[in-house]
């Protein structure tokens, strides 16, 4: 089982910045990718950018494309998502998620943090 802890969140401006972590713990070594989803209220969730544990290959939701940037450091063993050009519509919480190969869902989940931006 891989252990997901998110950290960073908060309120921010329109047009600020704000950086999140995912932090992943236990066995790290079965992760394949790394997801961002969001969730704000009333709606469904959003899957946000998507990273392969090992590589380069990223993806991202056309809502967040140009602003947000998601990265990996495997030493560290987290994932982070670089949010700028903050918007309120991207208010929501945040939840990270991981799986273990190409094909199969995202079954691990951290408990999710709050980004608020403010217009």
């Known amino acids: 089982q891989v252990q997901l802890v998110e950290s960073g969140g908060g309120l921010a401006e329109a047009g600020g910045s704000l950086r999140l972590s995912c932090a992943a713990s236990g066995r790290t070594f079965s992760i394949y990718g790394m997801a961002w989803f969001r969730q704000a209220p009333g709606k469904e969730r959003e899957l946000v950018a998507t990273i392969r544990w090992s590589g380069s290959s990223t993806n991202y939701a056309d809502s967040v494309k140009g602003r947000f940037a998601i990265s990996r450091d495997n030493a560290k063993n987290t994932a982070n998502l670089q949010m700028n050009s903050l918007k309120p519509e991207d208010t929501a919480v945040y939840y990270c998620?991981?799986?273990?190969?190409?094909?199969?869902?995202?079954?691990?989940w951290g408990q999710g943090i709050q980004v608020t931006v403010s217009s």
């Open positions: 998620a991981s799986r273990g190969s190409r094909g199969s869902s995202y079954d691990n």
